[in-house]
C-alpha cells in the first residue's frame, strides 16, 4: 500500500516562491516514477511536472523554468519548487504514482495542497 502526503502550500504574492513536498510511504520509493498534477477550480486536473524512477523529468509548457522538480530516494521525498508565480498557478497541487500489476495499475494520490497566489 502506497501512501502520499502533500505539504508547503499556501498563498504567495505573485513572483513569489513556494516548496512544494511530497512524503510516500511504501515500498521501494526508488523504483517509482512520481508526479505532480495540479487542478483549478473549474478546471480539469493537469499534469504539471513529473520525474522517473531514473531522475529524468518533464513539465507542462506553462511551467518550464520556473518549476522543478526532484526526489530524494534516501528521504522517500519529491519535491516541487516554484517560482516567479502567477495567478494562473493558483490551484490545489497533488502529488501521484502509480503500480502496475499483470491484471491493472493502481493509481495513488495525495489529499492535494492548496496554493493561492495573490496578484
Known amino acids: 500500500q502506497v501512501q502520499l502526503v502533500e505539504s508547503g502550500g499556501g498563498e504567495v504574492q505573485a513572483g513569489g516562491s513556494l516548496r512544494l513536498s511530497c512524503a510516500y510511504s511504501g515500498r521501494r520509493f526508488d523504483l517509482h516514477d512520481m508526479t505532480w498534477y495540479r487542478q483549478a477550480p473549474g478546471k480539469q486536473r493537469e499534469k504539471v511536472a513529473g520525474?522517473?524512477?531514473?531522475?529524468?523529468?518533464s513539465y507542462a509548457d506553462s511551467v518550464k523554468g520556473r518549476f522543478t522538480i526532484a526526489r530524494d530516494n534516501a528521504r522517500n521525498m519529491v519535491y516541487l519548487q516554484m517560482n516567479s508565480l502567477d495567478f494562473e498557478n493558483t490551484a490545489v497541487y497533488y502529488c501521484?504514482?502509480?503500480?502496475?500489476?499483470?491484471?491493472?495499475?493502481?493509481?495513488?494520490w495525495g489529499q492535494g495542497t492548496q496554493v493561492t497566489v495573490a496578484s
Open positions: 520525474i522517473t524512477d531514473g531522475g529524468m523529468t
Open positions: 501521484h504514482t502509480q503500480i502496475a500489476t499483470i491484471e491493472r495499475t493502481y493509481d495513488f
